[in-house]
């Protein structure tokens, strides 16, 4: 068998520990004679993998009492109406504010809109093509939202932000689906936050929603099932949950909590980072199209001085076993998604496979 080095910015990496547990336990799950993927989502058994899921994200993000942890359907885009319909309670007198800041933050504020009307753009750098993250200073908010919605890291332009806005009164909604664990957060801050789990939590199929209690319940004519209240009220079970997808997320929440936690993602995430970013920097050849300061630790975009090798670029990487390096055509170029499961190992190949090719090529 032979593991390449994945670079996709979703689905993406996940931990080998994890991947090889899930092999040891797909026929028989702990001696119940019966693969997860089976077994009741009411059966003890699956109630035990459920509860320890969400324990275990209560621990290592800090998460309190006084917010609930839903386990939906549905990816990020489905908290794009949800987030709205839920925290949106008078339309006739409220509305919400949304930071642009690429592609994600694009969708959620278009699918805001055909909900209510009244939504703002607080800022936006798409005048510098999404290249930075709008400063504190060039947010324009209404102390009267019922939210400020941001998305926390920007897969596709590689920014990423190292703050949190201040908001004061007005919840602060965080997209966190590709920076989620891989850095501390104080959740305190958030009135909402949210991630698709095909990223740093696990495959996909399952989204995180931890929603602060008292914003829950707030319209009484939700549809049941995009209803945030009810389905804390039933433990994320108003129906057959993604069963096999959070069992794998609760593995992938071990295995961060046995490599020592959230503070060492982070640690781990600004050496590779570091690593990546000074390789690019370090060269003509090479180019970085963020801005320093809003540089993502998740995913590194780059591009060549010579674009016309791109295509020669990703085929003899993927000769050599880095995959999917691909640039979104928003960019150009090549991105390499260094998630949590990401081994620095992985990184020091592209690196030593980004020196050959300028040598051969530049």
């Given at each position: 068998?032979?593991?390449?080095?994945?670079?996709?910015?979703?689905?993406?990496?996940?931990?080998?520990?994890?991947?090889?547990?899930?092999?040891?336990?797909?026929?028989?799950?702990?001696?119940?004679?019966?693969?997860?993927?089976?077994?009741?989502?009411?059966?003890?058994?699956?109630?035990?993998?459920?509860?320890?899921?969400?324990?275990?994200?209560?621990e290592?993000?800090?998460?309190?009492?006084?917010?609930?942890?839903?386990?939906?359907?549905?990816?990020?885009?489905?908290q794009?109406?949800?987030?709205?319909?839920?925290?949106?309670?008078?339309?006739?007198?409220?509305?919400?504010d949304?930071?642009?800041?690429?592609?994600?933050?694009?969708?959620?504020?278009?699918?805001?809109?055909?909900?209510f009307?009244?939504?703002?753009?607080?800022?936006?750098s798409?005048?510098?093509?999404?290249?930075?993250i709008?400063?504190?200073?060039?947010?324009?908010?209404n102390?009267?939202?019922?939210?400020?919605?941001?998305t926390?890291?920007?897969?596709?332009?590689?920014?990423?932000?190292?703050?949190?806005?201040?908001?004061g009164?007005?919840?602060l909604?965080?997209?966190?689906?590709?920076?989620?664990?891989?850095?501390?957060?104080?959740?305190?801050?958030?009135?909402?936050i949210?991630a698709?789990?095909?990223?740093?939590?696990?495959?996909?199929?399952?989204?995180?929603?931890?929603?602060r209690?008292?914003?829950?319940?707030?319209?009484?004519?939700?549809?049941?099932?995009?209803?945030?209240?009810?389905?804390?009220?039933?433990?994320?079970?108003l129906?057959?949950?993604?069963?096999?997808?959070?069992?794998i997320?609760?593995?992938?929440?071990?295995?961060?909590?046995?490599?020592?936690?959230?503070?060492?993602?982070?640690?781990?995430?600004?050496?590779?980072?570091?690593?990546?970013?000074?390789?690019i920097?370090?060269?003509?050849?090479?180019?970085?199209?963020?801005?320093?300061?809003?540089?993502?630790?998740?995913n590194?975009?780059?591009?060549l001085?010579?674009?016309?090798?791109?295509?020669?670029?990703?085929?003899?990487?993927?000769?050599?076993?880095l995959?999917?390096?691909?640039?979104?055509?928003?960019?150009?170029?090549?991105?390499?998604?260094?998630?949590?499961?990401m081994?620095?190992?992985?990184?020091?190949?592209?690196?030593?496979?980004?020196?050959?090719?300028?040598?051969?090529?530049?």
């Amino acid at each position: 068998m032979r593991r390449v080095y994945n670079f996709s910015a979703g689905p993406a990496v996940l931990p080998v520990p994890v991947l090889e547990r899930a092999r040891d336990e797909m026929l028989d799950y702990r001696g119940c004679g019966m693969s997860v993927m089976e077994m009741s989502h009411r059966s003890k058994d699956y109630m035990a993998i459920i509860a320890n899921a969400e324990a275990l994200l209560r621990e290592l993000m800090g998460i309190g009492e006084d917010y609930a942890v839903l386990f939906l359907q549905g990816g990020a885009t489905l908290q794009f109406s949800m987030i709205p319909m839920n925290l949106i309670h008078d339309p006739a007198t409220q509305t919400a504010d949304y930071i642009m800041t690429g592609s994600w933050s694009e969708k959620a504020y278009a699918e805001a809109k055909k909900i209510f009307a009244d939504v703002r753009q607080a800022a936006s750098s798409k005048g510098v093509n999404y290249s930075r993250i709008p400063r504190q200073e060039e947010l324009t908010l209404n102390p009267g939202a019922a939210y400020v919605h941001m998305t926390s890291n920007n897969t596709i332009f590689g920014t990423e932000y190292h703050h949190v806005p201040e908001t004061g009164a007005v919840p602060l909604v965080a997209d966190a689906s590709s920076n989620i664990l891989s850095r501390p957060v104080d959740v305190s801050r958030f009135g909402l936050i949210y991630a698709g789990a095909q990223k740093n939590l696990g495959p996909s199929g399952v989204t995180v929603v931890i929603v602060r209690k008292d914003l829950m319940g707030r319209n009484a004519n939700m549809p049941v099932m995009l209803d945030y209240q009810a389905q804390a009220k039933e433990g994320s079970m108003l129906n057959t949950p993604p069963t096999y997808a959070i069992y794998i997320l609760g593995l992938v929440l071990e295995w961060v909590k046995e490599q020592g936690g959230v503070a060492e993602m982070e640690r781990r995430n600004i050496v590779k980072a570091d690593k990546l970013y000074a390789a690019i920097d370090g060269s003509p050849f090479y180019a970085c199209p963020t801005e320093p300061a809003s540089r993502s630790r998740m995913n590194v975009p780059f591009t060549l001085a010579r674009p016309e090798l791109t295509d020669a670029f990703l085929a003899g990487a993927k000769a050599a076993g880095l995959v999917t390096l691909k640039g979104h055509r928003s960019v150009g170029g090549m991105r390499a998604s260094i998630y949590n499961a990401m081994p620095e190992a992985g990184v020091d190949a592209l690196i030593a496979f980004m020196r050959e090719f300028e040598r051969s090529n530049g």
